[in-house]
């Protein structure tokens, strides 16, 4: 007890003098302890075990899950399978044997085009044709001048398939209606309005065979013979008949091919100077044979012509063929050039057909074109994009104009001229056809002109530019856009003209000015069988003459609609 009580004082002392040094600014004591003190430490109480790892798995419970049993009854009902077909090719479209198309526009122009033939057959096939386009014309200086025309065809034809050929057979009628109305009738006011009216009619027969081997070791051919009466209205009868041969065959890695032809053509007419009967016949006969061959890119055609003239100063004529071309990353770019020459028959038929306002009295003469040299690259910018640019140079003999008469007609009618001539010409051309619903397809010329004898090339422009495009719109509603341009023209007038520059020969030379004709047409299906269609020709109205005095119709509407049956 005693003991306790001395430490506890000893404690309370050393507390009191610790707080007193607290609240001084010195931290220094000095301790007197005094007494018997005991100290005594006691044992810890420690764990007797050292920690051990346990693992503790945890058993995840069964669920498990009843459903009630409850059975659909199901009724099996059995039905067969059609056999499956497999398309190889696909199904050809439906073929209508009969078309009719019709149409009426300004100028009273009513238009009838008919079509029919026999349905497909792995033996042959035949059909008809009749096409009728006639106007009142309207467009000539005075109302009182007629100047309507007409524009009849009918054709029946058949195809017979053999085994490894076939025979074609055509029997062609045309009957083409034009009136002289391209006169001043100011200057000539006494022309006759009774005798204006000219007719041509056209009749053909041919007969056509080809062979088809699919071997390419056998000798392909195509034969052609034809024969054609053609008249007018003036007593002038000519008489054609037409025969051509063409054969080809590969050997190895070449193409041999030659065409053979043979024409013979009389034209019989009453002089106009006199009235005798003359006749102006003509043979032709041309053999061309051509070999190609191909290395790489490589690609080389070599050849020659041979002509026979009866009628030319020169009876023999001999052309080279050849051409070169070069593909370059895979026909992107196709670098060519070549040289070649031909002799190209003049009948009255073929006149007639340019200008349908010759006099009766033509002279017929041979066009020679005796050599022409041509270069150029061609290519495709993409699958459906393809251009072609070329210049070309050609000597012409015997090149043919046209010229207004004055010692038979009132300048109404015209006459034939041949002069030699020089032609220098830049060719470009791009066309785009996507397959699906829309095509395009521009060119243009620049023609440089060197005549011989003449002032100038009558006729020839030196400007030339085609547009045609199309547009098809789910096969519902086609759309087709056609520009044609000529530049300035010369022409050679031997009559009196109140535009123009008198030479000193007594002729007039006339420039006619460039044009611009636009046409567009639009069609509409109402069904596979049944469309609709409007039509305007030179819908600018645009005033130009394509041949001297001969106006053209400014502006042209037509509505009409087809029909298959």
């Not at 045309?174 to 000219?198: A, C, I, S």
């Not at 080809?210 to 056998?218: A, I, L, V």
């Not at 034809?226 to 193409?255: I, M, P, Q, S, T």
């Amino acid at each position: 007890m005693k003991k306790g009580l001395n430490t506890f004082i000893c404690l309370g002392a050393l507390f009191m003098t610790t707080m007193s040094f607290a609240q001084g600014d010195s931290l220094e004591m000095d301790l007197t302890i005094v007494g018997d003190l005991d100290l005594i430490l006691r044992d810890a109480k420690k764990l007797q075990t050292s920690p051990e790892l346990k693992e503790s798995l945890v058993e995840l419970p069964t669920i498990s899950y009843t459903l009630i049993p409850n059975k659909q009854q199901v009724d099996i009902i059995t039905k067969p399978i059609k056999p499956a077909k497999v398309t190889v090719e696909p199904p050809i479209s439906k073929l209508y044997k009969g078309y009719i198309r019709g149409g009426f526009g300004v100028y009273t122009t009513p238009l009838v085009d008919l079509y029919y033939m026999d349905d497909r057959s792995h033996d042959g096939s035949w059909g008809v044709q009749y096409h009728h386009l006639s106007s009142a014309g309207e467009t000539a200086l005075a109302d009182s001048i007629p100047d309507s025309f007409s524009n009849n065809s009918a054709t029946i034809w058949g195809r017979k398939y053999l085994k490894k050929h076939s025979l074609e057979g055509a029997l062609d009628y045309d009957r083409n209606v034009v009136n002289y109305f391209g006169f001043d009738p100011q200057l000539y006011w006494d022309t006759p309005l009774d005798n204006l009216e000219q007719r041509f009619t056209n009749v053909k027969g041919q007969l056509e065979m080809k062979s088809y081997y699919r071997d390419s070791s056998k000798i392909n051919f195509a034969s052609n013979i034809a024969f054609r009466n053609f008249r007018d209205a003036y007593e002038g009868v000519e008489n054609n008949v037409d025969f051509n041969l063409h054969g080809r065959k590969y050997v190895k890695d070449e193409l041999y091919s030659v065409d053979l032809g043979i024409n013979y053509n009389d034209f019989q007419f009453n002089r106009l100077s006199d009235g005798d009967k003359l006749n102006q016949d003509n043979v032709l006969v041309s053999i061309q044979p051509m070999a190609t061959t191909r290395k790489g890119n490589f690609l080389v055609k070599f050849g020659m012509g041979l002509w026979l003239d009866t009628r030319g100063d020169r009876p023999v004529h001999f052309y080279p063929l050849a051409e070169a071309a070069y593909s370059l990353l895979d026909d992107l770019f196709i670098p060519y050039a070549g040289v070649r020459g031909n002799l190209e028959q003049n009948t009255y038929q073929s006149i007639t057909d340019f200008n349908p306002f010759v006099l009766t009295d033509v002279e017929l003469e041979n066009t020679n074109k005796r050599l022409q040299l041509y270069g150029g690259i061609r290519g495709t910018l993409s699958s459906s994009t393809s251009f072609n640019v070329n210049v070309s140079q050609t000597n012409y003999e015997n090149f043919l104009y046209f010229v207004n008469d004055s010692a038979f007609s009132n300048g109404n009618k015209f006459a034939a001229l041949y002069d030699d001539l020089k032609v220098f010409r830049l060719h470009g051309e791009v066309s785009v056809n996507t397959k699906e619903n829309f095509r395009f397809q521009l060119s243009a010329d620049y023609n440089l002109y060197n005549p011989d004898f003449e002032a100038s090339a009558w006729y020839q422009p030196n400007t030339r530019f085609t547009l045609t495009t199309g547009y098809n719109l789910q096969d519902k509603l086609m759309v087709n856009l056609d520009l044609f341009s000529e530049g300035k023209r010369p022409v050679k007038s031997l009559v009196q003209a109140r535009e123009g520059t008198l030479e000193n020969d007594g002729s007039y030379t006339i420039f006619l000015k460039a044009y611009l004709d636009a046409n567009l047409s639009i069609e509409y299906r109402y069904t596979k069988r049944l469309s609709g269609f409007v039509r305007f020709n030179n819908f600018l109205a645009s005033r130009y003459q394509r041949w001297n005095q001969y106006n053209i119709q400014r502006f042209n509407a037509m509505m009409g609609a087809t029909y298959s049956f």
